[in-house]
């Protein structure tokens, strides 16, 4: 966890300058809405965390810390948490905040219109006991609870009412997806999608200003070679991520360099458990325990991480990566690398010449496309036939959603830095406000049952032997195959004051520009 949590900062600051500072920054995904509740992914989430605040944040380090709550505390008997408001916070339009923001955003984001929704499956209600305190009630005790509503952002009641926006619009759009009342320390001030995002200080915020830069600029560039390239012209400030391959190159040119890391995301293969047919129409061979355990076994993450990744990632046994809180130690190794037991499985299943769909985005992961060709190469040499389809993001999720798929590309970053996180996301059979990214329908009673023993046990030895049970069930039926942890790549220009934290959200209050280059 240590080396993970270690927060990549640049040169230290001296002096501040007075001078006005744009920064500017790129990535391959534009945010694909404003609103805080309608998707739950890191590119959506992360940008959104500039603009918008919850009642708790990360700090520079991960760890839990006050935003728009001063304070909280356990209730009695487990009962849930009780929560006091910060006071004199104001939204961006001048609005005040208070504990019925926090209850309208409870009542909003736990919604079946809401992609985040599964933060809440413990959450019996919230009762607003003055104007700045509030409980949340849950259903068990929740000792982590605080840790899981990280990215739980509060909106105006007033200002969602009327503009007719008091629900997320997840598949369409409302006035939320490209405006934003936030409280956080930067405001929307345009918003082109796909195109270019600007935000301004917010003069009115309630925190210590920390960084000098009074306008950003965020321009989503998709192709790897134009975005090294405006950072090597000097057009932006900042990419994410640099491509494997020009690592060496940036960090040879004058004027900037490459900060690197390792993310808290799992790149793994996903299947549609419950498809009863292929998308050809034949019978989902994924459906057989066997078949996806020969994927396991057909594909060499050693060579993926050396000749896609540059040795830049670790290999992943679980759907969390060793220096996440309830890591399973005994099921640290990953399915070993043996073609003939592949073969085996695959002739066992009858799934010999198979052909399916492997989907995979092009522009989400670090080298998602290649890695899925690479993947492609590894099936065809036990016997399996992938038809790759690549395509954006924005495309991605809905065709996911849509079952338009055999075999998937997924990565995942718990939000909770905890190996319960993907459990309630990925695992738990879907419905009820969990599950809401197990795109393929798989079903383990035993897994339904042990997550709220999970979330509400309280005795960490007891804990961990449930998350070790729940571990060795995934790895066994082949749930997902987990392949390796992403790298971070950041090209940066020198001279800026910044910090890359695993979950690759980047945080704008942290940048300083102008300072000495050492």
């Known amino acids: 966890m240590n080396r993970l949590l270690t927060a990549s900062v640049l040169a230290l600051a001296t002096a501040l300058p007075a001078q006005a500072e744009t920064f500017r920054w790129s990535a391959t995904t534009d945010p694909q809405t404003m609103d805080p509740h309608a998707v739950s992914s890191a590119p959506v989430l992360g940008f959104l965390n500039n603009v918008y605040e919850g009642l708790v944040r990360r700090g520079r380090d991960m760890a839990i810390e006050p935003a728009l709550a001063e304070s909280w505390e356990p209730l009695p008997d487990g009962a849930g948490w009780r929560f006091t408001l910060r006071q004199g916070v104001t939204f961006h339009d001048g609005a005040a905040f208070n504990a019925d923001d926090v209850l309208f955003s409870y009542e909003r984001a736990s919604s079946e219109d809401s992609d985040v929704a599964s933060w809440f499956a413990v959450v019996s209600g919230v009762e607003v006991v003055d104007e700045y305190t509030v409980d949340i009630l849950t259903t068990s005790p929740q000792p982590i609870f605080p840790d899981s509503i990280a990215n739980w952002m509060m909106m105006d009641s007033d200002w969602a009412a009327a503009n007719g926006a008091e629900r997320p619009a997840r598949d369409t759009e409302n006035f939320a997806t490209r405006n934003v009342n936030g409280t956080a320390a930067f405001m929307l001030q345009s918003r082109q999608p796909d195109l ?5 200080p917010f003069d009115g915020w309630w925190g210590e200003v920390e960084h000098n830069v009074t306008e950003a600029i965020f321009t989503p560039i998709q192709n790897s070679a134009t975005a090294v390239a405006a950072l090597l012209a000097g057009d932006v400030d900042l990419i994410d991520p640099v491509p494997v391959q020009d690592a060496d190159r940036v960090n040879a040119s004058d004027g900037v360099h490459v900060l690197s890391g390792i993310e808290a995301r799992v790149i793994m293969l ?25 994927v396991g076994h057909a594909i060499n993450v050693p060579a993926i991480l050396q000749a896609i990744m540059g040795g830049n990632a670790e290999e992943a046994s679980q759907l969390v990566s060793p220096a996440m809180r309830g890591f399973s130690e005994a099921n640290a190794a990953r399915p070993a690398y043996d073609q003939d037991l592949a073969r085996s499985l695959i002739a066992e299943a009858g799934a010999e010449g198979a052909t399916f769909n492997l989907s995979c985005p092009n522009d989400r992961y670090l080298n998602d496309e290649a890695v899925c060709q690479a993947v492609v190469g590894m099936l065809a040499q036990v016997g399996l036939n992938a038809q790759l389809e690549t395509m954006p993001v924005s495309n991605y999720w809905p065709e996911l959603r849509a079952d338009n798929y055999d075999m998937y590309l997924l990565g995942w970053s718990p939000g909770t830095f905890d190996a319960e996180h993907p459990l309630r996301f990925l695992v738990h059979t879907n419905g009820e406000r969990l599950g809401t990214w197990n795109f393929g329908g798989y079903s383990n009673p035993r897994i339904d049952e042990m997550l709220p023993l999970i979330q509400s046990e309280i005795d960490p030895d007891a804990r961990q032997a449930m998350l070790d049970e729940a571990a060795a069930i995934v790895q066994q039926d082949a749930v997902y195959n987990t392949m390796y942890v992403q790298p971070l790549l950041w090209g940066v220009a020198d001279g800026i004051e910044l910090t890359q934290r695993p979950d690759n959200f980047f945080i704008l209050r942290w940048v300083r520009m102008g300072l000495p280059v050492e």
């Open 270 to 294: 996903g299947y549609g458990h419950d498809h009863e047919t292929l998308l050809s129409g034949e019978d989902n061979i994924f459906a057989d325990v066997r078949v996806r355990q020969a």
């Open 196 to 200: 270019e995002t600007v935000l301004v």
